[in-house]
C-alpha cells in the first residue's frame, strides 16, 4: 500500500522531451511465471504531475496510474485499488507535436486481464498544449485488449474531468479507455470532457471503446 502523495515535474530542453511513467506502487510490473502477480494493492496517496513539452521538439508519450502502468503477466490483476487523486496538467509549449497522455486510475495496461479493481479517486487533467497527439484517461484500466484478456466486477466512483486545447485524439471512458471482454462492471463517476478543438474524441460512462463482449455492466454516472 501507498499513502505517500507524489509530485512529479518533467521539463522538456532544447533536446526534446522524454518519456515518462509514474505509478502509485509501481511503474511498471511484469512476470513470466504463474507466481508472478499483482494482487491487493491500493493506493491513497495524491498523484501529481506537470508536463511540459519542450517548445522546439514537442513532447513524448507518458503514463500516469494509480497503481502501476503495466502489468505483463499470467494472472489477472486482481483486487487492486486507487482512492487517491491523480491531478496531470500539461503546460503550454510552442510545439505539442508526439505529446501523449494516457491517465488510468488503477492501471495502464494488463495483457492477462482485471478481477475486482476499483477507483474512486478524483481524475483531473488539463492540457493547455495545442497539437497533442493524444489524451486517453480512465477510471480503471487503460488497454486490456488482448486476445482472451476479461475485465470482471471493477467499478470507478471517482470523478473524471479533462480539459484539453487541440488534441488529435481524446478518449475517455469512465472505466476502460479501450477493453475487449468486460462483465458485472459498473461507473458512478461523472465524467466531464471539454475539448476546445482538435480531432476525434470518444467518450463513454463505461468505456470509451469497447471491442467485443459487454455484458451486465452499467452507468450512472453522468456523461
Given amino acids: ?4 502523495d507524489i509530485t512529479v515535474n518533467v521539463k522538456g530542453t532544447d533536446e526534446g522531451a ?3 511513467d509514474v505509478g502509485g506502487i509501481a511503474a511498471l510490473a511484469s512476470g513470466s511465471t504463474s507466481k508472478s502477480v499483482l494482487q491487493n494493492c491500493t493506493n491513497k496517496g495524491t498523484i501529481k504531475v506537470t508536463y511540459k513539452p519542450s517548445d522546439e521538439w514537442g513532447g513524448n508519450e507518458f503514463s500516469i496510474s494509480g497503481v502501476a502502468n503495466s502489468f505483463y503477466g ?14 496531470c496538467t500539461i503546460e503550454k509549449a510552442a510545439e505539442g ?3 501523449e497522455a494516457n491517465i488510468a486510475g488503477v492501471i495502464g495496461m494488463s495483457n492477462s486481464g482485471i478481477d475486482s479493481c476499483s477507483n474512486t479517486g478524483k481524475i483531473t487533467v488539463n492540457a493547455n498544449v495545442s497539437n497533442m497527439t493524444g489524451i486517453s484517461v480512465a ?11 476479461k475485465m470482471i466486477k471493477s467499478f470507478n ?8 486545447n487541440a488534441p488529435r485524439s481524446t478518449v475517455v471512458g469512465g472505466v476502460a479507455v479501450v477493453v475487449n471482454d468486460i462483465t458485472q462492471s459498473y461507473n458512478k463517476g461523472k465524467v466531464t470532457v471539454n475539448v476546445k ?10 468505456a470509451g471503446q ?11 454516472g453522468a456523461v
Fill in 1 to 4: 500500500m501507498n499513502d505517500i
Fill in 139 to 149: 477510471g480503471v484500466v487503460g488497454d486490456t485488449t488482448y486476445i482472451g484478456t
Fill in 18 to 20: 522524454p518519456a515518462c
Fill in 74 to 87: 499470467k494472472k489477472a490483476v486482481k483486487n487492486c485499488k486507487n482512492t487517491g487523486a491523480i491531478i
Fill in 210 to 220: 469497447a471491442t467485443a463482449n459487454v455484458q451486465n455492466c452499467y452507468n450512472t
Fill in 157 to 164: 466512483t471517482g470523478a473524471i474531468t479533462v480539459t484539453a
Fill in 97 to 99: 507535436f508526439a505529446t
Fill in 197 to 206: 478543438s482538435g480531432g476525434d474524441a470518444a467518450v463513454g460512462g463505461l
